[in-house]
């Protein structure tokens, strides 16, 4: 999901884009310790998604602060 369908979304849907992707890089994660996983990008990508998530949040929080 890239940052303009994020900002659109209201921070308790945001909270719960965050909760998703810190559970699937914990999956990926238990994968790959377990050797599993095939493709490791996919932790990477799941990562970022998760900051691309926090960033919104807070800049939506300090445009609220304002």
Not at 12 to 38: C, I, M, P, V
Not at 39 to 60: D, F, H
């Amino acid at each position: 999901m890239n940052a303009d369908d994020l900002r659109a979304k209201t921070p308790d849907e945001l909270r719960q884009e965050l909760a998703n992707n810190k559970k699937e890089s914990f999956n990926l994660r238990f994968q790959q310790a377990t050797g599993q996983l095939e493709n490791t990008v996919q932790i990477r990508k799941a990562r970022r998604a998760a900051a691309r998530v926090k960033t919104i949040l807070n800049e939506k929080a300090a445009a609220a602060a304002e």
